[in-house]
């Protein structure tokens, strides 16, 4: 069964201390890794896709990497305004686009 | 702003009614998919459409419905409505069937009383 669980479920930093989300997977075929975050009662705002093993995106302070097995997303000194869910999402081979989602690390950075 | 419309923002109805939630995709893409929200659930997977047609489905119950019309846009009908089906119902468009990022609307919370 495909699956995904994201690690750790919350997290409380300081402004600028560093820190890493942790996304692992099992899927079927590996179609594409996506990370999103998710403001309180918000939609997923999309930040990242990743393809294949050794693959990595930057946008700001957040960095996200892939291996086979597992995706981590960096963030580089945190401000209080990076604080949300991030959440990871997979997407299996076949036919079908849908994404299965972890349930998210809650991020908290406080000033 | 993801360019996903979806109505209304919020929705309070009775148990036993029937709902329909109503999404605009973003300029160009022809998948829809819904998703489900709960707060012990995370977000499920309910069912795509793409150009018209569905594509997948995933853990929709059989009191939810949904279509895509020739304009594209899609609309979930739910009834029978209970109390567990209150969450926040999230719709999202994508260019493609596979393979490219999907981009979310700001859902729409359904309360069921």
């Known amino acids: 069964e495909d699956q995904v669980t994201q690690s750790p479920e919350a997290l409380r930093l300081q402004e600028g201390e560093s820190s890493s989300l942790n996304c692992s997977y099992t899927v079927s075929g590996l179609r594409g890794l996506f990370w999103y975050r998710q403001d309180p009662g918000k939609g997923p705002e999309f930040l990242f896709t990743l393809y294949s093993a050794g693959e990595e995106k930057e946008k700001e302070r957040l960095k996200a990497t892939l291996t086979k097995k597992e995706s981590f997303l960096h963030i580089t000194a945190p401000k209080p305004e990076d604080s949300a869910t991030y959440l990871c999402a997979v997407q299996a081979g076949g036919s079908q686009g849908n994404l299965i989602f972890g349930k998210g690390t809650k991020l908290s950075v406080k000033p | 702003d993801s360019g996903v419309t979806q109505t209304p923002k919020h929705l309070i109805t009775a148990t036993g009614q029937r709902v329909t939630l109503r999404c605009s995709p973003r300029s160009g893409d022809l998948s829809v998919y819904w998703y489900q929200q709960s707060l012990d659930q995370g977000l499920q997977f309910l069912i795509q459409?793409?150009?018209?047609?569905?594509?997948a489905k995933g853990n929709i119950l059989e009191r939810f419905s949904a279509q895509q019309f020739p304009d594209l846009h899609s609309e979930l009908n739910l009834s029978s409505l209970e109390l567990g089906d209150s969450a926040l119902y999230f719709c999202?468009?994508?260019?493609?069937?596979?393979?490219?990022?999907?981009?979310f609307g700001q859902g729409t919370r359904l309360t069921v009383v």
């Open positions: 999202a468009s994508s260019v493609g069937v596979v393979g490219t990022e999907a981009f």
């Open positions: 459409y793409y150009n018209g047609e569905e594509r």
